[in-house]
């Protein structure tokens, strides 16, 4: 079971650090630690992963391997913009071609995770 992480660390720093920790865990276990996305604001994680792509997101992921014109005809949208969504989606992983030209989300789970704090 695939799962990808997303979240929000504006502390660029504290998410390196993150990173890092990530890394040596594998490192030394030898085991995948899950995929991770993160985002410096939440501006910047709407920006990618706009109410449309994740509608997007969420039809392909139960379609499975599917062509954009099927996807485009699932949501009811234009196949133009359908296809910049899944460029754009490609871009971060979140959706994959496969070499029949069909696309398909390869999560099983996509885990979002950020807080939103009152700035002291």
Not at 2 to 12: A, D, F, Q, T, W
Not at 42 to 48: E, K, N, S, Y
Request: proline share 5%.
């Amino acid at each position: 079971m695939r799962k990808v992480e997303i979240r929000i660390r504006p502390n660029p720093k504290r998410a390196l650090g993150e990173m890092g920790v990530h890394f040596v865990k594998a490192w030394k276990t030898g085991r995948a630690q899950g995929d991770l996305l993160q985002f410096e604001s939440p501006t910047a994680l709407f920006r990618v992963l706009s109410p449309k792509r994740w509608e997007l997101i969420e039809r392909a992921q139960k379609l499975g391997p599917c062509s954009v014109r099927g996807l485009a005809r699932e949501l009811g949208r234009d196949v133009k913009r359908v296809h910049e969504d899944v460029v754009r989606l490609m871009e971060y992983g979140l959706i994959e071609r496969r070499q029949d030209g069909k696309y398909l989300v390869p999560y099983d789970i996509i885990h979002a995770d950020f807080d939103l704090r009152a700035v002291a």
